[in-house]
């Protein structure tokens, strides 16, 4: 069998003789000059969790310094400091990268390629968000910025914060935002060009699905916070005012131009941890996903619908009644397909068969969480109950709810489904099960409560709190749950540096997937696969599985029916 | 369990919302608008509760129930359902289409300022019926008052012929319809009073407008708030307060104040005189 494959394939083939062929880099410098979408893969997923680590550490310090009215953990500054840098890489440096990573790594497996389409800019985007990272926090050994991952000017101006810790940001804003325009083209030409032979519109993987929106949706959203950081930086230095008021420019520009991308930034790092457990839900629940044209169609919505919600950030700027109900409205209509997307993935839990495994804990987890954030939003999105709770913790927790519930919860999933893909063995189950439990109820802890700060009159963004507001005891339940979460993500951390070398060996297809990255080894070859089979349905791995046990003789499946279902 | 969840929950809101008011609904009490945005708040939060309820409960229940075990038969192989979909879909349209028409039903009364009540300050005390207000629509009279943010505090400048402000503490009358012009002259800003109503941003470079009248019941009460809007490393402790007093009150206030003004304008102005003595050769 073995021997006749190959001399099929010279047959089809003709020999390629190649000169000055040099061997390929070994140890680190293999690393470095990789132009393989699996290993970019994984460098992205290394220095992002690198990245999540300090910014929780700065959550934490936070979170320390809140337990207690009148703490003097940190000061005031350092507190602002810490506020901002948290945000920012939180955001650019966590969330949208590590997706990008996945994305890098899953891609070309998913639809049956070899190599995403333009590999160099691949290694490009990746190095482009490392420097980023690397110039930002370099910023925190003189003077980190100050005003806020929002950066709103006249306090991200000159005369407000003189230090170099803003520029940093800029730079960094830059240098990411490249990195993610060339990352999105290169999904872009991807997606549309090299997914396998019968790999129809209609036969794409959600998750595909998924990182071709979050692609178009950075195309989009990128460019205006590039504009308004570079405004930002020509008002500090070369004598401009587009956001000073006393040049005749204007701060709300700024608030316009940088929510404009900031929102469909929200989206573009929820959608694609929507498109991990739109794979995961299925493969656990051994059913079918309920109802793929409405979760594909659905994530076209939303992306489009979150194009035109960026002013409800501003309800409380001076604005026309008109135009806040118009963002009231626009951001009441993303409910509904986001809706959809829930009520789908309950359905597909229906009438299942539930196979509990890591992976599944943290995608079930997500519609459960995401359902307070989404709830939450509706309130915040009515914008005369907005006026109260804006700025507040209650939107502190909206907001953890929507990008930890939601993107984390769905990224640890995609950690877990996907790791014995990337590495060849399986993490551990306890320590998995473990951590989950931990999170969970850590995440809870921490951000239930801060809802009832914001409604007692906590603003955010506040590095110390007067004891007759009444939010003590709030404040300190946080902290307790804040220090669970992060004793949970730890336990992951040290799941993965010990099952690196001592997990369970993983095989090609340990949880019976149904897309096609299971269909080869794991961790796959650097060519990815040696055929492409033809894709004949949404699931092509079960047809594959189908057609194997079709060919067995009937006698044999009945004697090792333990093989295909290890679990 | 479920139900009995939901019971609990349910007899929470119930039986204890005086006590349990606080950590689920916005601040009010001290204003009628702050009051509709709670009573909306409240409207919001039963839907949401019966929503959250739902999904939840179906979510759990379907983990539970549809756990593989052996004696069950396979998962049923559904890939969807096109009238359950299009059913939900438009159910969540129509509760959002309810949600739409409550806000815009009690947005009237959020937004624009009423009449001062009778136990206001009247017309007759017309301290602030001065050439720059605007004719009161019914008789009976705003105050306007300016609200500028600056880092870290608060300026309020009261109308009136003589020159009248005050930092940090907004002295006010009760039953009387204070409108607020908030800006600010450094960096954003942002006013919130809990227990008066929502939060406007104050932005250099524009003027927003806010109200509140405080009930006439509630003469001698402080209410306390702070700036809602990261505004430099004292962002925390940019703090103001409102100090609801009776109109007569509020009368001898705003002279004394006044004349404790002028009095420090003339000092100022004498002492520069001196140095300018001083100064020259």
């Known amino acids: 069998m073995e021997a006749g494959t190959a001399a099929r394939r010279q047959l089809v083939h003709p020999e390629v003789l190649l000169r000055d062929l040099k061997p390929e880099p070994r140890g680190w410098l293999a690393w470095l000059t990789t132009t393989d979408h699996k290993k970019i893969g994984i460098l992205y997923l290394f220095a992002t969790f690198l990245f999540f680590v300090l910014g929780g550490v700065e959550a934490l310090i936070m979170r320390l310094q809140l337990a207690q009215p009148d703490s003097t953990l940190v000061n005031a500054e350092t507190y602002n400091g810490l506020v901002t840098v948290h945000g920012t890489t939180m955001v650019f440096l966590f969330i949208v990268p590590v997706l990008a990573g996945f994305g890098n790594y899953l891609v070309p497996l998913m639809i049956g390629a070899r190599d995403m389409a333009f590999p160099r800019l691949n290694a490009l985007s990746f190095w482009l968000l490392l420097f980023g990272g690397v110039a930002f926090y370099c910023s925190i050994f003189f003077e980190p910025p100050q005003a806020g991952w929002t950066m709103y000017p006249p306090l991200s101006d000159d005369s407000f914060s003189a230090g170099g810790g803003v520029d940093a940001w800029i730079f960094m804003i830059h240098l990411t935002g490249i990195s993610s325009l060339i990352g999105a083209v290169n999904f872009v030409a991807t997606i549309h060009n090299m997914r396998a032979p019968g790999m129809s519109w209609g036969r794409m993987p959600l998750f595909i699905w998924t990182i071709l929106v979050y692609s178009y949706l950075l195309i989009i959203a990128l460019p205006a916070v590039a504009a308004a950081v570079t405004m930002l930086l020509t008002d500090r230095h070369f004598g401009t005012a587009f956001f000073d008021p006393t040049g005749g420019g204007d701060p709300l520009l700024w608030q316009h131009l940088f929510w404009f991308f900031g929102h469909p930034e929200v989206y573009i790092m929820v959608l694609p941890a929507f498109g991990m457990i739109s794979e995961i839900l299925p493969v656990f629940a051994r059913k079918p996903i309920f109802g793929y044209r409405a979760i594909a169609a659905s994530t076209v919505a939303i992306a489009f619908l979150g194009l035109l919600v960026w002013a409800h950030h501003m309800f409380a700027t001076p604005t026309a009644t008109v135009v806040l109900a118009f963002f009231m409205l626009s951001s009441f209509t993303i409910a509904v397909p986001t809706g959809i997307k829930i009520f789908n993935w309950i359905a597909t839990l229906w009438k299942g068969s539930i196979v509990f495994k890591t992976p599944f804990y943290f995608a079930a987890a997500l519609p459960g969480l995401f359902v307070i954030g989404g709830i939450s939003g509706v309130i915040l999105a009515i914008f005369p109950v907005d006026w109260q709770l804006h700025d507040t913790y209650f939107v502190v927790a909206h907001l953890h709810y929507v990008l930890f519930g939601g993107s984390v919860f769905g990224i640890f999933a995609g950690l877990y489904y996907w790791f014995p893909k990337m590495s060849g063995r399986m993490l551990s189950e306890a320590l998995g099960k473990l951590s989950f439990w931990m999170m969970f109820i850590g995440f809870n802890t921490t951000f239930l409560v801060q809802h009832s700060a914001g409604l007692s009159g906590m603003p955010r963004r506040v590095y110390d709190y007067d004891e007759s507001l009444g939010v003590t005891a709030y404040n300190l339940i946080s902290t307790i749950g804040a220090f669970i979460l992060a004793l949970g993500v730890l336990v992951t951390l040290i799941n993965v540096v010990h099952s690196i070398r001592n997990g369970k060996r993983a095989g090609n297809d340990p949880w019976q997937g149904n897309t096609l990255e299971w269909f080869t080894t794991s961790p796959p070859p650097a060519n990815n696969f040696d055929t492409i089979p033809r894709v004949r349905s949404v699931e092509p791995m079960k047809d594959i599985r189908r057609e194997v046990l079709a060919r067995t003789k009937p006698v044999e499946t009945v004697a090792q029916p333990a093989a295909p279902r290890s679990l | ?281």
């Not at chain 2, 609990?8 to 204003?31: H, N, R, W």
């Not at chain 2, 979909?85 to 009364?109: D, H, K, Q, R, S």
């Not at chain 2, 003469?219 to 940019?238: I, S």
């Open chain 2, 1 to 281: 369990m479920l139900a009995a969840l939901a019971a609990a929950l349910l007899a929470l809101l119930v039986a204890a919302p005086s006590a349990l008011a606080d950590a689920f609904t916005p601040e009010s009490g001290g204003s009628p608008n702050a009051d509709d945005i709670d009573t909306l708040y409240k409207i919001t939060l039963y839907v949401a509760i019966v929503i959250f309820l739902i999904v939840e409960g179906t979510l759990i229940w379907s983990l539970v129930r549809y756990r593989k075990r052996r004696s069950r038969p396979d998962a049923v192989q559904i890939r969807g359902n096109t009238p359950l979909e299009l059913g939900w879909t438009v159910a969540a349209a129509l509760i959002l289409v309810v949600l739409t028409v409550v806000t815009f039903l009690y947005l009237p009364n959020i937004e624009n300022p009423p009449e001062s009540g009778p136990e206001g300050l009247q017309a007759s005390q017309t301290r602030f019926a001065s050439v720059d207000q605007p004719p009161p629509p019914s008789g009976r009279p705003y105050l306007r008052i300016g609200v500028n943010g600056q880092q870290y505090i608060w300026r309020f400048d009261y109308p009136g012929k003589r020159k009248l402000f005050s930092y940090h503490t907004l002295v006010v009358p009760v039953d009387t319809t204070v409108v607020l012009e908030v800006t600010a002259s450094d960096v954003i800003h942002s006013w919130w009073i809990p227990e008066l109503g929502g939060k406007v941003d104050g932005v250099p470079g524009h003027v927003n407008e806010t109200w509140f009248k405080i009930p006439a019941d509630q003469v001698g009460k402080t209410f306390d708030g702070q700036c809602a809007e990261l505004c430099g490393y004292n962002h925390a402790d940019m703090r103001a307060t409102v100090k609801a007093v009776s109109p007569t009150e509020y009368e001898s206030w705003a002279d004394q104040q006044a004349s404790g003004i002028e009095e420090s304008g003339k000092l100022l102005a004498e002492q520069r005189k001196g140095r300018e003595g001083e100064d020259s050769p």
